[in-house]
C-alpha cells in the first residue's frame, strides 16, 4: 500500500524497515523540531495492527507474554514481549484495550508470525486475532496530536507509550537520575485508512527519520533495530516497560528471571555520542571497536537536532564503560564516547552470595 503521505511536496521514500512512508520532507532538523514541540505528524502506516478480541483476550495474552494485562481496563496502554523458550526476544508489541477488543502495534514484518502463532495457541478460548492492517493506519505525534482516531467500540485509539516511566511490576537499570525517558510523552494514534488523505492534507508532516533521532535520544529500543537473535530484555532494559518480573509464568520467564536475580545479560545497550568532523554517520550493522577488537554493533544512528550525531550501539558487558569507543563505517573510524544506559553489573540483583568451587583454595 503506498501512503498518502509519500506524496506531500518534497517526500523522500524511507528504505529498510521503514519503506513505504517518508524518509524526510526536505528538511529533517525542522521536522524534528516541529515534531518535538508537538506541531507534527509522522505517517506510520506501514507498520501493522493486529485486533484480538473475545471476552479471554486479556488473560490469554497474560498468560503468553511478558507483560501482566489482565487488568486493563477501557483505554489503557500497555507493551508486551513474546520470548522464545530460551528467553530470546521474539516479538515486541504495543498493546490497547477498548473494552472489547484488544489492539497490537508491531512491525509488519512481525504480523504474519505473530498472527500465526497466536491462531495456533487460541486451543478452546474465546478469543479472535485478526490482521485490521488493511482497514487501519497508525499515525505518530509527541503527545496527543488531536488526530480522527478510530473508535470502533466509543474509545479512541490512541497508544501512549509506557516508556516513559517504569512500568507497575518492572525494572530499571539505567540509572533513575536524569533518564531521557521522563521526557518522552510518545503516541501512536490508529486511524481509519481512508482517512490518511486529508490528514496529510491538513496537519504538517515530519519523516521517519525525525522519529528516529527523538527515540534514540530517548534511548528507547525498537524491534525492528536493536533486536537480533540473541537478544534478550535485559540487554536493552526492556523489563522497564515491557516485562513483569511477579506475575508468573510465561515462555521465556525462567530465563529472564534467572538472568535479573543470580547473573548479568552478555550484552548491553549504550548510547554514543559521535564525533561529527568528518561528516559521516555509522550506519547499523557497523562495528563498535574497543581499540584492536570489536565489542559491538550499531543498531540505530541519527543526526539530533541537538545533541549532534548519536546512536544506540549493544555491546559486550565486559567492554570498558570509560573508555572512548571507534565505529568503522565507510572506510574511515569515527570516535564514540559512551552514554552507559544499561551497566555492565546490571542483573544479579538478588545478592545471593557465589559459592567457593569444590577444592579452591581460600586465601
Not at 279 to 288: F, I, K, Q, R, T
Request: proline share 7%; glycine share 8%.
Amino acid at each position: 500500500m503506498t501512503s498518502e503521505f509519500l506524496g506531500l511536496p518534497g517526500a523522500v521514500a524511507a528504505t529498510g524497515a521503514d519503506a513505504g512512508v517518508a524518509a524526510h520532507y526536505g528538511d529533517p532538523f525542522r521536522e524534528q523540531r516541529a515534531l518535538a514541540r508537538g506541531e507534527a505528524v509522522v505517517d506510520l502506516s506501514h507498520r501493522a495492527v493486529i485486533s484480538v478480541s473475545g471476552s479471554d483476550r486479556l488473560s490469554w495474552i497474560d498468560s503468553i507474554t511478558s507483560q501482566a494485562v489482565k487488568g486493563m481496563r477501557p483505554g489503557d496502554s500497555s507493551e508486551t514481549l513474546l520470548l522464545d523458550q530460551h528467553g530470546h526476544l521474539e516479538y515486541a508489541v504495543g498493546l490497547l484495550d477498548d473494552g472489547e477488543t484488544l489492539w497490537m502495534l508491531l512491525e509488519a514484518s512481525e504480523a504474519p508470525g505473530l498472527l500465526d502463532w497466536l491462531t495456533r495457541m487460541r486451543f478452546m478460548l474465546r478469543v479472535e486475532p485478526a490482521d485490521r492492517s488493511a482497514e487501519f493506519a497508525v499515525i505518530g505525534a509527541v503527545g496527543d496530536a488531536g488526530l480522527p482516531a478510530a473508535a470502533p467500540a466509543g474509545v479512541p485509539l490512541i497508544w501512549r507509550d509506557p516508556w516513559s516511566a517504569v512500568a507497575p511490576g518492572g525494572h530499571q537499570y539505567a540509572a533513575a537520575d536524569g533518564h531521557p525517558a521522563a521526557d518522552w510523552h510518545w503516541t501512536q494514534t490508529i486511524v481509519p485508512r481512508s482517512a490518511l488523505a486529508e490528514i496529510a492534507a491538513t496537519r504538517p508532516a515530519a519523516g521517519i527519520l525525525a522519529a528516529e533521532a527523538l527515540r534514540i535520544a530517548a534511548w528507547r529500543p525498537r524491534a525492528a533495530t536493536e533486536v537480533d537473535e540473541r537478544s534478550i530484555p535485559h540487554e536493552l532494559d526492556w523489563l522497564r516497560s515491557a516485562v513483569h518480573l511477579t506475575k508468573g509464568c510465561y515462555r521465556g520467564q525462567e530465563t529472564v528471571a534467572k538472568v535479573h536475580n543470580l547473573g548479568h545479560p552478555p550484552r548491553r545497550l549504550v548510547m554514543l555520542h559521535l564525533d561529527g568532523s568528518d561528516a559521516v554517520l555509522p550506519h547499523p550493522g557497523d562495528e563498535v571497536m574497543l581499540k584492536d577488537k570489536c565489542v559491538g554493533k550499531i543498531t540505530s544512528s541519527a543526526i539530533h537536532f541537538e545533541l549532534g550525531p548519536i546512536a544506540l550501539a549493544v555491546v559486550k558487558r565486559s567492554a570498558d564503560p570509560a573508555s572512548t569507543l571507534t565505529v568503522a563505517t565507510d572506510d574511515t573510524t569515527v570516535a564514540a564516547a559512551q552514554e552507559i544506559i544499561v551497566p555492565p553489573d546490571a542483573g544479579a540483583t538478588a545478592g545471593v552470595p557465589r559459592i567457593p568451587r569444590l577444592g579452591a583454595v581460600r586465601r
